[in-house]
């Protein structure tokens, strides 16, 4: 995976499969850190789950052998200095945490960022997403629920709409 982007994309649609309600994406930029928080309500892991979940060739997938998806994302954390943190709890939820060095060489560039969120939001309007980023001055959140008040019944998954959360996210970033 050559973006953070990518990872977030990975990491959320473990917590679509999971069938998470509610999702939360939380990005920090301070200190020359990236720090990517994902957390969901979904069905959760044990802990022999996690621990297994790091190992390219343990899926809980039937449709392939190999699950790459974490273990590439720990590995560029590591890469650039940085780090990854996996709990969760059966029945809870799950919430992992990649920290990396924005000002290594090796760290990821973010990819499309504004988009990846609009699609998480758009794509999935039965769970509810909140996004929020934070880097200095800025500050900036947006849930699924928000936007429903705002649209007053035009559905998530209109074309127009994607496009609209993609620019407003952009805008404030």
């Not at 008040?149 to 496009?163: R, T, W």
């Not at 959360?165 to 952009?170: L, N, Q, R, T, Y």
Request: overall charge negative; aromatic content about 6%; glycine content about 8%.
């Amino acid at each position: 995976m050559n973006n953070l982007s990518f990872h977030i994309t990975d990491i959320t649609a473990n917590s679509i499969r999971a069938n998470a309600s509610e999702i939360g994406l939380f990005i920090e930029e301070q200190d020359a850190r990236i720090i990517i928080r994902i957390t969901d309500n979904g069905s959760g892991m044990d802990a022999e789950t996690v621990a297994r979940i790091t190992n390219p060739f343990y899926t809980t997938r039937t449709t392939r052998k190999v699950g790459l998806g974490v273990p590439f994302l720990i590995q560029n954390a590591e890469q650039t200095g940085g780090s990854v943190f996996i709990t969760s709890e059966p029945g809870k939820g799950t919430e992992v945490t990649a920290t990396f060095l924005a000002d290594h060489i090796d760290c990821p560039p973010w990819g499309d960022l504004p988009g990846t969120v609009a699609m998480l939001i758009t794509g999935n309007p039965e769970i509810n997403v909140c996004f929020e980023y934070h880097a200095g001055e800025t500050a900036f959140s947006i849930s699924t629920n928000e936007i429903k008040e705002i649209l007053d019944g035009i559905p998530l998954n209109h074309p127009k709409v994607m496009l609209l959360v993609k620019e407003m996210i952009k805008e404030n970033l």
